[in-house]
């Protein structure tokens, strides 16, 4: 069986294509010009001794799409981002609904007829942010496309490579203190990499997740409080947290917002503040995965 694979430079793709591989599925990777070297320089055994299939392409881009799903019998669209950077023509619009729309055109005419998606939990028509609206016509784009569809939609997810432990490790490390917006009452629910990628492999060939959508979040909620006090006995450095009041930091984020290293986006501490929780056993049940506990977790890496 041979999957198109989109997002497979990131985080989440590397981890993805790495279990794809392990299963023994081929995989043929849309991949930027220039950016395949991500995949191909990548350390892990498992990438560097098997064979790739590499195709130039944007999801953005609907004629370069065009053959290049041929010979495939499914779709993994993982493309998303978490801000935007509208001088360089990144927006939520363009890569989570438009690509959708030119990657779900792509496989129709391409006769691919598996399609699974990944969205984002919290991701609805009604959304605070426009990444939760993005996210949310992506998928309906995906529901009423004729194919046979799964929709994942995680919470924040954490593992080797992320973007959300290892930023307040290192700040514990350099620094001792992290900042907190607000309170840090509100509760998320972090899912280990493994048990995505895991639920994304499994529904290759399982028909019964066909048309369904699942929620994916780890087995516990955490208040965003506990979740710094756990990095911090993990990494054996207690944090210092400091509470900074919502309307300073929300007034910061948006004067700063342009800057790429900025921390957090206005839209993102809207999201922060809701919480980011789901019920997360129908996901474990179907797919008969064993849940990986956060602390557990973020120890395999963190503590190396």
């Known amino acids: ?9 990131g985080f989440v793709g590397k981890r993805i294509l790495r279990d794809l591989l392990e299963n023994n599925y081929q995989v043929r990777c849309l991949a930027r010009k220039g950016s395949e070297q991500k995949i191909l320089h990548h350390k892990d055994p498992v990438l ?23 010979e495939c019998d499914a779709v993994i669209n993982l493309v998303g981002i978490i801000r935007e950077f509208r001088g360089k023509g990144i927006t939520f619009e363009k890569l989570h609904y438009e690509g959708t729309a030119n990657l779900v055109r792509a496989a129709r005419l391409q006769k691919v007829s598996r399609f699974i998606q990944m969205s984002a939990l919290g991701a609805r028509p009604d959304g605070k942010t ?11 784009c995906v529901r ?12 924040i997810i954490f593992g080797q490579e992320d973007k959300f432990v290892n930023l307040f490790a290192n700040m514990l490390r350099t620094q001792q203190f992290v900042p907190v917006v607000g309170n840090g009452r509100y509760q ?10 895991m639920g994304f492999v499994k529904a290759m060939e399982q028909k019964n ?8 979040g780890g087995p516990e909620r955490i208040e965003f409080n506990r979740i710094i006090d756990v990095i911090g006995e993990v990494i054996c450095a207690p944090p210092h947290k400091i509470h900074i009041p919502v309307f300073i930091m929300s007034t910061m984020a948006e004067m700063l917002d342009w800057l790429p ?22 996901f474990f049940k179907h797919f008969d995965i064993k849940p990986i506990g956060f602390k557990e977790g973020i120890s395999k890496y963190l503590s190396a």
């Open 130 to 140: 426009q990444y939760q609206q993005t996210k949310f016509r992506a998928e309906e």
């Open 261 to 282: 290293s900025f921390p957090v986006t206005k839209d993102q501490i809207t999201m922060l503040l809701e919480g980011n929780v789901c019920d997360e056993k129908p």
């Open 209 to 216: 997740a066909i048309g369904k959508t699942f929620d994916v």
């Open 144 to 155: 009423t496309s004729g194919l046979d569809y799964t929709i994942f939609r995680p919470s």
């Open 188 to 197: 998320m629910q972090p899912v280990s990499v493994e048990n995505v990628s």
């Open 48 to 70: 560097v001794k098997t064979g790739i299939d590499i195709v130039n392409g944007d999801t953005t881009d609907a004629v370069s799409l065009d053959g290049k799903l041929e």
């Open 1 to 9: 069986m041979k999957i198109f694979l989109t997002g497979s430079t």
